[in-house]
Each structure stands twice: as structure tokens, then as C-alpha cells.
């Protein structure tokens, strides 16, 4: 079982920055990937970004050059970075923990983007 603790929302203007983090329960070394994930109203989560165990990456095509993860296993905690921030990214971010059997998941942090 892994519990993961989302921080880090809250209310900034377009163009500012904020960095989320994510505090799991247990050592995420064995994690096949963590990720983010958001979900604004009325629309499905969707994948923000995604480090994998070899610590490559990938990210969604709309924050490509804004968004950074990175991961600190000695603090079982995962971050992504978010600058250039637009209103359109106002959701709850929600990060995500997959391991070789089961995916775990936080429960969640708003961000909102205000113009």
C-alpha cells in the first residue's frame, strides 16, 4: 500500500510559477513510473507528465517547454515544476504511483491560473 500526499496548489496569476510535489508513503526507487495527472470540471484526467524508473520522461503536447518533473528518491517525493502557467491549466492535479501491480493514487491538489 502506498499513501501519496499531494502540496503545493493554489491561486496564481498567468505566467507565475508553482511547484507541486508529491510525498509517497514508501520508497518510490521500485516505482515503474510516477506521474501527474489533471483533471479540470466537466473533462476526463489526463496525463500532465511522467518519470519513469530509468528517469526518462514524457510530458503532454500543451505543457511541453512549461512543466518539469524530477524526483528525489531519498525523499520519496516527486515535483513538478510549472512555470508559464495559463488559466487553461486550472484543474486538480493528482499524482500517480505505478508499480508492477497496482496504481495508487493521491488525492489530489487544485491549481488555478487566473488572468
Known amino acids: 500500500q502506498v499513501q501519496l500526499a499531494e502540496s503545493g496548489g493554489g491561486l496564481v496569476q498567468a505566467g507565475g510559477s508553482l511547484r507541486l510535489s508529491c510525498a509517497a508513503s514508501r520508497s518510490i526507487f521500485g516505482a515503474v513510473s510516477m506521474g501527474w495527472y489533471r483533471q479540470a470540471p466537466g473533462n476526463e484526467r489526463e496525463l500532465v507528465a511522467r518519470?519513469?524508473?530509468?528517469?526518462?520522461?514524457n510530458y503532454a503536447d500543451s505543457v511541453t517547454g512549461r512543466f518539469t518533473i524530477s524526483r528525489d528518491n531519498a525523499k520519496n517525493t516527486v515535483y513538478l515544476q510549472m512555470n508559464s502557467l495559463k488559466p487553461e491549466d486550472t484543474a486538480v492535479y493528482y499524482c500517480n504511483f505505478r508499480s508492477s501491480l497496482r496504481v495508487y493514487w493521491g488525492q489530489g491538489t487544485q491549481v488555478t491560473v487566473f488572468s
Open positions: 518519470i519513469f524508473s530509468d528517469g526518462s520522461t
